[in-house]
């Protein structure tokens, strides 16, 4: 039964869907809500999991606000299409039923080091793929910021369980409690045979203020608290520093365990990084918020701040600066400070792999390292992004690896690149033939002749000019003319 059909009814089915091109991983919504509409439903569920095998995640974590929801074109003038209910109603089903077979094995070794998304969606990918894969993390289970960063109320545990269990069936090997970088180098993993290592470790320290007082013993990072909230015994009266999605997940579980919170920002609320719904719900949860304020100082009682202002600065653009003589104490039992995360640095320290001024990974577009046959993705080469981007970019790095690994020569890399493009010239060729009858269904409705030769000249020429390598023209117009004939064809098949 489609839960969501009335939502479903309301879109549009746009051709130049804009919820689709804001969606960072392009997840083909038009396509989705075709095919739920139409009653394939399972056809529909196969197409979410193979562009993005972690939807169900995404469909309730990510910012709909700016993505899919925002971007659709209803909500211009009314509300939105809110595709992410027909995709967690799809995603969820769909992953409870999953059942994926270990493949046969392809005799290749591959290490991932970090058991967050990153580390996850390539597992996923390339197991599928039959590598043979051992996944190091340095946690308990895997499943990085999904477990120990995103709250339970936000995000299932359950769900998490689910994929740690299918990565299992595949034959993924999990090492726990593992911490490559001390004992285990990633030179000691090529060493012991793996073919590649992919490196997903996140951003996992937290980044401090760097203000006196920060070591007291009542003021404490909002990822660790994150990672076991129910360790921590505040009084009443809490702290949250920053405006990201960290804090409000701070912010909101200690309003959960019955506390007092206030959020402290130094900007405004339109400067805040978190999720609009997120700030919305934190507002409607009880969480109080006080912006143009920056801490100064951690003491016993709490926390000195100044405030802060805008102004403008000599090239036009509004900065904020702290206001001379406005410190004031405000108290409390406990702060949690969440102002962004950094880089672990066991793993780049211990090895001589190529890190920029942030301490991020260097890589190339294609996720390659400085390191041979090491490969790199998600927090630990952008920074902080949200789980979509995370999972779009390994992803994209997880097929790289399999081109790397499978190409040991020249002939079978260039093979497989030929395989790649055929594959998006189907897709293109689909597209091409519906656009084709598109135009005929209007000439018909409009009493027009259907074929019109002298668009075949006007084309050619029009696409020659996006030709780069002019050797290969003769051979893209007869490509062209070719294409051109059994275009006739169908539109005489179908008149």
């Known amino acids: 039964?489609?839960?969501?059909?009335?939502?479903?009814?309301?879109?549009?089915?746009?051709?130049?869907?804009?919820?689709?091109?804001?969606?960072?991983?392009?997840?083909?919504?038009?396509?989705?809500?075709?095919l739920y509409k139409e009653g394939k439903r399972e056809e529909a569920q196969k197409e979410l999991f193979e562009n993005n095998p972690f939807s169900s995640v995404c469909s309730l974590v990510c910012d709909w606000d700016t993505q899919c929801k925002g971007n659709c074109i209803k909500g211009i003038k009314g509300d939105p299409v809110e595709f992410y209910k027909i995709e967690q109603e799809l995603s969820l089903e769909y992953l409870k039923n999953l059942k994926l077979e270990k493949p046969e094995s392809n005799g290749k070794r591959i290490a991932i080091v970090g058991g967050g998304p990153a580390g996850m969606t390539v597992a996923l990918i390339l197991g599928q793929r039959g590598y043979q894969i051992t996944l190091f993390d340095e946690n308990p289970r895997v499943g990085g910021v999904l477990r120990y960063g995103i709250p339970d109320f936000r995000l299932d545990k359950a769900i998490v369980d689910r994929y740690e269990e299918i990565l299992k069936d595949l034959g993924v090997i999990i090492r726990p409690n593992t911490l490559i970088g001390t004992v285990i180098t990633l030179d000691q993993l090529l060493n012991d045979g793996y073919d590649a290592i992919f490196i997903g470790t996140g951003v996992g320290r937290p980044k401090e203020l760097d203000i006196k007082g920060e070591t007291l013993g009542h003021v404490h990072y909002a990822i660790d608290f994150l990672r076991s909230p129910e360790t921590y015994d505040f009084k009443e009266k809490v702290v949250v520093i920053g405006a990201g999605n960290v804090a409000m997940d701070a912010a909101r579980t200690l309003k959960r365990q019955g506390k007092d919170v206030t959020v402290y920002y130094r900007k405004t609320f339109e400067n805040m990084s978190a999720n609009k719904s997120e700030i919305e719900e934190a507002l409607e949860e009880g969480v109080k918020f006080e912006v143009f304020k920056a801490p100064v100082e951690f003491v016993d009682e709490g926390v000195i701040f100044s405030d802060t202002e805008n102004y403008t600065d000599e090239n036009g653009r509004i900065q904020t600066r702290i206001v001379e003589n406005s410190e004031k104490l405000v108290k409390c039992d406990g702060v949690i400070i969440a102002v962004s995360q950094t880089t672990k640095k066991n793993l780049v320290s211990s090895s001589d792999i190529e890190i920029n001024k942030w301490g991020l990974l260097v890589t190339d577009s294609k996720g390659e390292t400085s390191m041979n046959n090491v490969f790199g993705s998600g927090d630990v080469v952008s920074g902080a992004r949200t789980v979509v981007e995370t999972i779009a970019n390994a992803k994209r790095i997880a097929l790289n690896m399999d081109l790397f690994c499978k190409g040991g020569s020249k002939l079978e890399k260039a093979r497989l690149l030929i395989e790649e493009i055929d594959k998006e010239m189907v897709e293109l060729f689909e597209k091409r033939f519906k656009a084709v009858k598109d135009?005929?269904?209007?000439?018909?409705?409009?009493?027009?002749?259907?074929?019109?030769?002298?668009?075949?000249?006007?084309?050619?020429?029009k696409n020659l000019g996006y030709l780069k390598d002019k050797a290969l023209e003769k051979y893209y117009v007869e490509f062209l003319k070719n294409m051109f004939v059994v275009s006739k064809k169908y539109q005489s098949d179908i008149k």
């Open 1 to 34: 039964m489609n839960l969501n059909i009335d939502e479903a009814n309301r879109c549009l089915l746009c051709k130049n869907a804009r919820c689709q091109a804001a969606c960072p991983i392009n997840t083909d919504i038009p396509k989705i809500i075709s």
């Open 439 to 461: 135009v005929i269904d209007f000439k018909k409705e409009n009493n027009m002749d259907i074929t019109d030769s002298s668009r075949e000249e006007f084309l050619i020429n």
